[in-house]
């Protein structure tokens, strides 16, 4: 069954690092998303991508964060200068189109020290 | 604006019992909800969702989950629990009027499942 990947499974950073983290969508979704789950707390949306672009954003996803898609199978999130409070699980995940199901990854732990 | 409430953050059940897990939903429009669950170092995985069509849900795992508009709620069921379901499960909307691209998740209700 095809399933969303992502990398690496576990980071610890220093802050002030930059981040990214690797995801690669399932192949014939057009529609990606980025979730994090701070430990103990909700699952938060961050930002979804459309056609090169950012369809949505919350307002989590401040300057700090930014997404790409660099080629046809991998679509990126970095963090550009990390801080301590970044720390948390960051899923990666897509569906067919808007509205469709959302398929997630297993996610990538980010530890910011 | 949407939200959904859990209103359990942690339920125990014995094994072979019946599962209740409990969601309140808040939603302009006609909401799109679901459950997906998340066992220790795994990723989110879909249990069900509903979507406007038959008001009682069947997922996967034996789960199952009714829709009722008079009660905004979208409770999640199974008739026996197995330990395998000890998971923590998340009630999540989405506002289908909208785009559709944001998911609004409850904060979680761990299940336990004891022998």
């Known amino acids: 069954e095809p399933e969303v990947t992502q990398t690496p499974s576990h980071q610890v950073t220093q802050m002030g690092q930059e981040v990214i983290l690797r995801c690669v969508p399932i192949?014939?979704?057009?529609?990606f998303y980025w979730y994090r789950q701070i430990l103990g707390q909700k699952v938060e949306f961050l930002v979804s991508?459309?056609?090169?672009?950012?369809?949505?954003k919350s307002e989590i996803f401040d300057d700090q964060f930014s997404v790409e898609r660099p080629d046809g199978s991998n679509f990126t999130l970095k963090i550009r200068s990390t801080k301590l409070e970044d720390s948390a699980m960051y899923f990666c995940?897509?569906?067919?189109?808007?509205?469709?199901?959302?398929?997630f990854g297993e996610g990538s732990w980010l530890t910011v020290v | 604006a949407q939200s959904v409430t859990q209103l359990d953050s942690h339920v125990s059940v014995s094994e072979g019992t019946p599962v209740l897990l409990r969601c309140n939903y808040s939603?302009?429009?006609?909401?799109?909800l679901f459950w997906y669950v998340q066992h220790p170092n795994k990723g989110l995985q879909l249990l069900l969702k509903?979507?406007?069509?038959?008001?009682l849900v069947k997922g996967i795992n034996g789960f199952e989950a009714e829709f009722k508009k008079s009660e905004t709620s979208f409770h999640l069921t199974k008739p026996s629990a197995h330990m395998s379901d000890a998971a923590e499960y998340f009630c999540?909307?989405?506002?289908?009027?909208?785009?559709?691209?944001?998911?609004?998740f409850g904060k979680g209700t761990t299940l336990s499942v004891s022998s």
């Open positions: 509903y979507t406007s069509a038959a008001t």
């Open positions: 995940a897509s569906s067919v189109r808007a509205g469709n199901t959302i398929y």
């Open positions: 192949s014939n979704h057009l529609y």
């Open positions: 999540v909307v989405s506002d289908e009027n909208q785009a559709g691209t944001a998911l609004i």
């Open positions: 991508f459309y056609n090169n672009e950012i369809s949505e």
């Open positions: 939603s302009s429009y006609s909401p799109s």
